[in-house]
């Protein structure tokens, strides 16, 4: 069950929030949000003036094109090709990321433990956190420690994901901040996130993104002198090499005042070959590839061997959209493998109500559980062969309840998932189950139940042994 959203505004340096709901959690922001209320600045003149006039804007590295301020849309109607226009979107790094297999009674575990944030203003970063705690130690409320950081920031605490505690922690600005009034304008600043009642917290490290150096995104900042990419007779400028003289041709492969030329041979990537692998033609002994007709995709290499859509398919997306095509191969983003990138490394959904892996019973492979026989299920919890389910836990009741039974030395190893509540008699519990311990021939009585957060039993602490029954 998920409660409707909760909306908070934060006036105090700490602020409680409430579990197993959707958050939102919203500083205090001076100006409303870039992407409603203004446009890019196409008159710009800077990158930087570019990029700061709004979180869709992108700057065309070309010099000499009219319009280099715009949308990626208009940039792209104006000319400008995609890998020439400059548009970042700040980035997520995790620096602390220590994993504990269980924690302690008196403690629980975040993970990761420090992540820095790279944020373009307008632009939300966001990255996962999981809470683990002692299973008889309920988590309580969230508090954010929000006193180092100016307005104009927000934070977004998602829905716990796939029934346990995995929450998707979003991070944003919504404005550069004067520098004239903050020296501090771009970071760093932290902000802690901590369970109420415990010392652990996630710090989260913010940079904003508002000053760029025209170096960074202006090609003409970039020009490389002697290029390898010109033959060492030009420099290379906004992807295209402007010759020295005498030289010319793309790549500054002819010599204008030499009667030496490369032959043709050279077009050709072995003695059989077609000339640029039927992709290009050859100009003075180089390659120069064929455009194709959408912008966004290109051949490239020595003999225009290479291209960037020709990749394995996933879900009708050019390597499953989680990845880059480069030279007829699939370079797969973070966290997805496989040749068309369509293999999640992400187990959350084979995370079992017992906090397991597909409950210890089987292999989680791209995002799935491959369970052993003979279970099956989502999470490999289910076995329709397999004992009955108060048989199932028997041994583990009664060991942890009543210290005897086949399982009471290594009660502790196998055992300790089941979540107890005890109760005087048998009276008060719900169709329970009754079972005999073999030590004492007495009969104890208890219910099993599963939830999202663990397996619960309810136990009688009252016996009924045979001798008292005989009376």
């Given amino acids: 069950m998920h409660p409707s959203v909760r909306r908070e505004s934060l006036q105090k340096p700490r602020m409680v929030l409430k579990p197993l709901r959707l958050f939102l959690l919203l500083f205090p922001l001076l100006l409303p949000s870039w992407a409603e209320s203004q446009s890019c600045l196409t008159s710009a003149s800077t990158c930087s003036q570019c990029i700061r006039s709004g979180p869709q804007c992108a700057w065309c590295t070309v010099p000499h094109l009219k319009l280099r301020c715009n949308t990626v849309k208009g ?39 420090e992540v820095s944030l790279r944020l373009r203003p307008g632009v939300r970063q966001s990255f996962p956190l999981s809470i683990t705690m002692a299973r008889d130690h309920p988590i ?15 934070v977004t605490l ?18 550069c901040l004067d520098l004239n009034q903050n020296q501090n304008g771009t970071g760093p600043w932290s902000v802690h996130l901590s369970p109420r009642g415990f010392p652990q917290s996630v710090k989260l490290v913010i940079n904003l993104e508002c000053e760029y150096e025209q170096s960074e995104c202006d090609c003409a900042g970039n020009r490389e002198e002697n290029s390898p990419t010109c033959n060492s007779h030009g420099a290379l400028a906004c992807g295209s090499c402007e010759c020295y003289p ?25 003695p059989n070959a077609p000339f640029c692998s039927g992709r290009g ?17 290109r051949y490239s290499g020595e003999f225009c061997q290479c ?3 020709d990749c394995p398919y996933h879900n009708n997306r050019i390597c499953g959209g989680h990845g880059k095509c480069e030279c007829g191969q699939c370079v797969c983003n973070k966290d997805w493998t496989d040749e068309n990138c369509g293999c999640s490394m992400d187990t959350a959904l084979c995370m079992a109500s017992n906090q397991q892996l597909c409950n210890g019973r089987g292999s989680c492979l791209c ?10 299920g989502p999470t ?60 004492d021939s007495c009969f104890f009585y208890y219910s099993i139940s599963y939830t999202p957060s663990g397996t619960y039993s309810t136990v009688a602490a009252d016996k009924e042994c045979r001798q008292t029954l005989g009376k």
Wanted: negative net charge; proline residues 6%; glycine residues 8%.
């Fill in 380 to 439: 490999c919890e289910l076995c329709p062969t397999c004992l009955g389910l108060c048989q199932q836990h028997a041994e583990c009741v009664e060991c942890r309840v009543f210290g005897t039974g086949s399982k009471k030395d290594r009660c502790e190893d196998e055992c300790s998932y089941l979540i107890l509540t005890k109760v005087q008699s048998k009276e008060d519990i719900s169709a329970p189950c009754k079972m005999i311990s073999r030590e």
């Fill in 307 to 309: 291209s960037n859509f």
């Fill in 158 to 175: 998602g829905s716990i994901i796939h029934g346990y505690m995995l929450v998707e922690v979003k991070v944003g600005a919504n404005l």
């Fill in 281 to 297: 033609t050859c100009d003075g002994g180089f390659c120069v590839c064929n455009s194709r007709e959408n912008p966004e995709e």
């Fill in 367 to 376: 995002g799935t559980c491959m369970c052993n026989p003979p279970y099956m």
């Fill in 246 to 270: 005498p030289y010319t041709g793309q790549k500054c492969q002819i010599d204008t005042e030499s009667t030496f030329s490369r032959d043709e041979k050279f077009c050709r990537s072995g």
């Fill in 140 to 154: 309580t409320d969230l508090i954010m420690d929000t006193s180092p950081v100016p307005a104009g920031f927000n």
């Fill in 75 to 113: 940039l792209s109607r104006a000319g400008c090709l995609t890998h020439y226009m400059y548009n970042p979107q700040g980035n997520v790094q995790v620096t602390r990321n220590d994993s504990r297999t269980q924690p302690t009674a008196e403690t629980l575990h975040l993970q990761p433990q």
